[in-house]
Antibody, heavy 121, light 108 residues
Framework: QVQLVESGGGLVKPGGSLRLSCAASGFTFSDYYMSWIRQAPGKGLEWVSYISSSGSTIYYADSVKGRFTISRDNAKNSLYLQMNSLRAEDTAVYYCARGVLGVVGYYFDYWGQGTLVTVSS | EIVMTQSPATLSVSPGERATLSCRAS??????LAWYQQKPGQAPRLLIYGASTRATGIPARFSGSGSGTEFTLTISSLQSEDFAVYYCQQYNNWPWWTFGQGTKVEIK
């Protein structure tokens, strides 16, 4: 069965860095687009970043552009999010999610359980 | 950015009753809309895609309708396990995906 397992979250000071990982299993990882989506405590969902199946196409939300870097290693079935210059407003649970093609565009059919990132001094 | 607005913010429903949740897009998203269910401490789960197609394993009591800018998620007879927060999401303007703020379905 499809599994996505995030790791790497934790407490970090403002201005610090953190690298999140998402281990995928139960499907051919290299065939799928992947995204990171976050949820601040008690808030709704916010898309953060997207990477194509080969890694050749990448997009970021304006709120993280220039600070976060998404990458993937298809040989290791893994997705990553390097987060630099972290701010208090980056505090959230970060989910990795698999994108599947609809008639137009991609929606998210499987999500990991999430990893909590807390940015605080 | 396409803004997704859900209403109501909270819906109080008795078990066995029908629940109707609304989602409005600030511009047309055609039928490129998904609904997700999220329970406390859990990841979102895909319920509906293409505005009206149930995802694998989703019970028939969940149905979606609408196109353009107005969408509805209906739960025909609420079960105890359906009390949760529901989010709509447009993917017409991918990769600039946007979500509604959520509707909490609570026990009346």
């Amino acid at each position: 069965q499809v599994q996505l397992v995030e790791s790497g979250g934790g407490l970090v000071k403002p201005g610090g860095s953190l690298r999140l990982s998402c281990a995928a299993s139960g499907f051919t990882f290299s065939d799928y687009y992947m995204s990171w989506i976050r949820q601040a405590p008690g808030k709704g969902l916010e898309w953060v970043s997207y990477i194509s199946s080969s890694g050749s196409t990448i997009y970021y939300a304006d709120s993280v552009k220039g600070r976060f870097t998404i990458s993937r290693d298809n040989a290791k079935n893994s997705l990553y999010l390097q987060m630099n210059s972290l701010r208090a407003e980056d505090t959230a649970v970060y989910y990795c999610a698999r994108g599947v093609l609809g008639v137009v565009g991609y929606y998210f059919d499987y999500w990991g359980q999430g990893t909590l990132v807390t940015v605080s001094s | 950015e396409i803004v997704m607005t859900q209403s109501p913010a909270t819906l109080s429903v008795s078990p066995g009753e029908r629940a109707t949740l609304s989602c409005r897009a600030s511009q047309s998203v055609s039928s490129n809309l998904a609904w997700y269910q999220q329970k406390p401490g859990q990841a979102p789960r895909l319920l509906i895609y293409g505005a009206s197609t149930r995802a694998t394993g989703i019970p028939a009591r969940f149905s979606g309708s609408g196109s353009g800018t107005e969408f509805t998620l209906t739960i025909s007879s609420l079960q105890s396990e359906d009390f949760a927060v529901y989010y709509c999401q447009q993917y017409n303007n991918w990769p600039w995906w946007t979500f509604g703020q959520g509707t909490k379905v609570e026990i009346k």
